[in-house]
Each structure stands twice: as C-alpha cells, then as structure tokens.
C-alpha cells in the first residue's frame, strides 16, 4: 500500500513538473543579488556583438552608396577616444572577435600597434584591396543578477542575466586615408537563463540570448496541440512549429555560415586559377563539393570570370562542369563572353564552350554593348 502511495505521489509529481514547464502561475521575481564590475578590458562576447552591427551597417552604407565592399586592414587599437594604448588582454579579445566577424581581416601583431594617436603620420601602407581600420575602445562592463520566482513553492524557479557592455567607435578610411565610414557602436549583449530547480534535479525552463542573432528557447504548445515540445524563436520570439536539432542556430546564423564559406571557396579557387594550375584548380573545386562558386569577391567577379580571363579552355571547361552560373555579370555588366572578347589574344574555344553554356550573346552590359558588338569589332563569328 505504502509503495503504490509513493508511486502515485511521484507520476502526480512528474504530470505537475511537465504541466508547470509550460503552464505556470504568473511569476514575481524578487532579487537576490544584482553586480555590475567595470572591466579592465572588453569581453568576446561583446566585441562580437559590435562588430556584427559593424559589418552589417557598414556593407550596407557601401552598397547604397555603390562604393566596393573591401577587407579590412587594422591600423590602429586604442583605449578610449583620448587615445591611450590598449593591453594585452583587450588587444586578445578584440582579435579573437575581429577573425569571428571578418575571416579576411588583417590584424597586426600586439607590439606592432600605434601608441599615439596622430595616425596621419604614420607611414602605415595599405594595399588598394584593403580598407583602413582604426578602433577606439571604452566603457566595458559586466552586470549579473540573480532572481528567484516567489510564487514556486516545492521547486525553484531561478534566473541568471548576464549582460556584457561596451562602446567601440570606428573609423574607416580607404587607402588615401580618406574617410568611408564613422560611426559607434554602443552594445549589451544579453543572456538570459532560468532553470526549474526540483528535488529530483534541475530543468532549463528558458534560455534566451538578445544581440545581432537573437534567439529564445523555451517549453510550450504550439498551435491547438496540447502537447509540450521545444519552441526555438529566432525573431520576434514567434514559436516555431517543431524544435529543430540545431536548435541553437537560426536561419540566420545558418546563411552567414553558408556565406562565408561560399566566399572562402570562391577565394581559393580564384587563386587556383589565377595559379594556373589545372590540378591545384580540381583539388580545390574536390574541397568544396556543396559549394556553387557563384559568389562575387571584393572585386565584383566570381570564379568563371577570372576562368575565362585566364585564356585556358581545359581551365574554363573545368570550372562549367561544376555546373556554376556561366551568365553571372560582374560588377560592370559584363558577363563571360564579354569578357572573353575583351582580352587581348581572344581564345574560340572558350567562345565556343560559353556559346554553348547558354550564355547570351545579346545581353548588354553597363555601357550597352553587347558580346556580338565585340565579337564584330573583332571580326570574330559567334556562330558555333
């Protein structure tokens, strides 16, 4: 009798734990502890999140304004706007943030950096590909608070909140020092998690993190179904219909990746080709077998454009039976047979295996020509 007393008191106790994940009375959270420290040096985690608004705010502006989208090059890192020099510490975060950010950005070393503030001074060189980046950081600060829900009786329902703060002033300049780009960056990446303390052990009720990629995990209903599943939001906190198993990467996180790696294959192939080595060139195409090589670098040109530019036919034959976009334009209008006929010695093979792609011969580029507008300055036929 004992035993089934206790049996019926835990399975009332497990429907109460797995109602109440979902289903509780309105909370009243008191404050148990509440810090804020201000920090020798910035952390990660902020860094991160400033230079995430950094590159999105700054791609943006280039693109409005029709100005190329160039890595960066660090010039200079300093403490605050009167310009002090940063430690070691602040110098590793910013770093390890900056390479999260930006996988083509150039840091020089600790001891490299500038110690005076008058950077037009310096003979710092920059090439044309890269843009100048000058740094002023300041106001770091960590803040922790501890709650507890006082309307939980038999368990606890705790909250921690981790906010981490700093401002990060930026100026960007391209290789004249001319300005492009200043602005500050004032951010306070949140996390915040609550985990369900029982006497049988402790439960992550809600995890939500609040920056540039925001995200909030929790246990609930969705729809009319009464049943409790896993709810990941990734904006606006809108309940999605079914937990994910990358439950911790948004749709958002997921194409930036993507992204990045398209462009980091698009990179290596471009110097593989620009190598000229057909096997460097089928190493590197093997290395990256979900990527379609059809993103545009800095320069406004994928792979197949540098491939026809190269002048092989075994070259550009390669690259197409990757099954790329052979009607990409590059930033000028130009698609690949504009580009074939703009070469000094114009290869026909290649003509022909464009041709033959698809490629249209009618399409205009920037100035209104087209590649039979060129094939005929030339006195080349397109008839193939």
């Not at 925001?214 to 609930?220: K, L, M, Y």
Request: glycine fraction near 4%.
């Amino acid at each position: 009798m004992r035993r089934c007393f206790i049996i019926a008191c835990l399975f009332f106790f497990f429907a109460e734990i797995e109602s109440l994940a979902c289903v509780m009375v309105p909370s009243v959270w008191k404050t148990l502890d509440s810090s804020t420290e201000e920090l020798q040096s910035p952390t990660v985690y902020a860094m991160t999140e400033a230079f995430m608004q950094l590159r999105k705010k700054f791609s943006t502006e280039m693109k409005v304004c029709n100005i190329p989208v160039k890595p960066f090059s660090v010039r200079s890192i300093f403490w605050g706007k009167e310009s002090k020099a940063v430690n070691q510490e602040t110098y590793s975060s910013i770093k390890e943030a900056l390479e999260m950010v930006f996988s083509d950005v150039l840091i020089p070393e600790f001891n490299k950096l500038p110690n005076e503030n008058d950077i037009s001074s310096q003979q710092t060189k920059v090439s044309d590909k890269h843009y100048f980046l000058d740094l002023y950081v300041s106001d770091p600060k960590k803040t922790c608070v501890h709650m507890i829900d006082l309307n939980m009786q038999i368990w606890a329902l705790l909250r921690l909140v981790i906010r981490d703060e700093a401002s990060v002033y930026v100026r960007v300049s391209d290789s004249n020092n001319n300005p492009l780009f200043i602005d500050e960056f004032e951010v306070s990446p949140t996390i915040v998690i609550e985990p369900l303390i029982t006497p049988i052990g402790g439960f992550l009720e809600t995890v939500e993190k609040n920056n540039s990629l925001p995200i909030h995990v929790d246990w609930g209903s969705v729809g009319d179904s009464k049943e409790h599943v896993m709810r990941v939001n990734t904006s606006y906190y809108a309940p999605a219909d079914y937990p994910s198993l990358e439950i911790f990467k948004s749709d958002l996180v997921k194409s930036l990746e993507k992204e990045e790696k398209d462009k980091d294959a698009c990179n290596q192939l471009v110097f593989a080709i620009q190598s000229g080595d057909i096997s460097l060139v089928e190493v590197t195409l093997d290395t990256y077998p979900e990527s379609s090589f059809n993103t545009l670098n800095d320069e406004g040109k994928a792979p197949i454009h540098y491939a026809v530019m190269s002048g092989s036919d075994e070259l550009v034959k390669k690259i197409l039976e990757r099954k790329v976009n052979p009607s990409l334009t590059d930033k000028l209008g130009n698609n690949v047979l504009h580009l074939t006929l703009m070469s000094e010695k114009v290869s026909l093979p290649i003509c022909e295996l464009l041709v033959k792609s698809g490629v249209d011969i009618k399409a205009k580029n920037n100035e209104g020509k087209t590649p039979l507008d060129l094939a005929a300055q030339k006195g080349i036929s397109l008839d193939f």
